[in-house]
T-cell receptor, first 117, second 114 residues
């Protein structure tokens, strides 16, 4: 069964360092997302991406964050200068269709745990 | 505004007991979709079910059942004859007819005691 894969599964970094989290969405999917879950809290939307551009982003997704689809398979989330409060589990997700109207179904990866020291 | 409330933070039950996880939602969209996801200790999010707003028929899948009531804006999840493997955090989520994101509740941590 096709799945969303994420690397690394766990990354530890020093505050102020740049981090790139990588995702390989399901191959025929067109919409890509990043969600974040701070330990013990709810899953929060960061950004959605379609047709090589951001289609929606939340207040959390400030100038420190960026996303990119550098080739036909990878989808990356970059945090330019990490802060302690960026420590969280980051989930990549993809869908074949738009979620609005219920046409799409969201498939999540297993998450990348980021620890900022 | 879209909002999902899971008032139960933690629930513990003894194996074989039935347990119901509550979910209450708010939305102004006339068409919307509700979901339940399971997050086991390993951390991944596992899709359980999707319901659309114009289908209030309850659904049963093995030991799992879902009760969708538009009148009370609730989408509750019942596990019958719980098992230790059901121990996880369960999230209810909402997707509206506008925008392209999910809104998650804060989750209910279920512990099934052998």
């Amino acid at each position: 069964e096709p799945e969303v894969t994420q690397t690394p599964s766990h990354q530890v970094t020093q505050m102020g360092q740049e981090v790139i989290l990588r995702c390989v969405p399901i191959s025929n999917h067109l919409y890509f997302y990043w969600y974040r879950q701070i330990l013990g809290q709810k899953v929060e939307f960061l950004v959605s991406f379609y047709n090589n551009e951001i289609s929606e982003k939340s207040e959390i997704f400030d100038d420190q964050f960026s996303v990119e689809r550098p080739d036909g398979s990878n989808f990356t989330l970059k945090i330019r200068s990490t802060k302690l409060e960026d420590s969280a589990m980051y989930f990549c997700a993809s869908s074949q269709n738009r979620l609005a109207g219920g046409a799409g179904e969201l498939f999540f990866g297993e998450g990348s745990r980021l620890t900022v020291l | 505004a879209q909002k999902v409330t899971q008032a139960q933070t933690e629930i513990s039950v003894v194996e074989k007991e039935d347990v119901t996880l509550d979910c209450v939602y708010e939305t102004r969209d006339t068409t919307y979709y509700l979901f339940w996801y399971k997050q086991p200790p390993s951390g991944e999010l596992v899709f359980l079910i999707r319901r659309n707003s114009f289908d209030e028929q309850n659904e049963i899948s093995g030991r799992y059942s879902w009760n969708f009531q538009k009148s009370t804006s609730s989408f509750n999840f019942t596990i019958t004859a719980s098992q230790v493997v059901d121990s996880a955090v369960y999230f209810c989520a909402l997707s509206g007819n506008t925008g392209n994101q999910f809104y998650f509740g804060t989750g209910t941590s279920l512990t099934v005691i052998p």
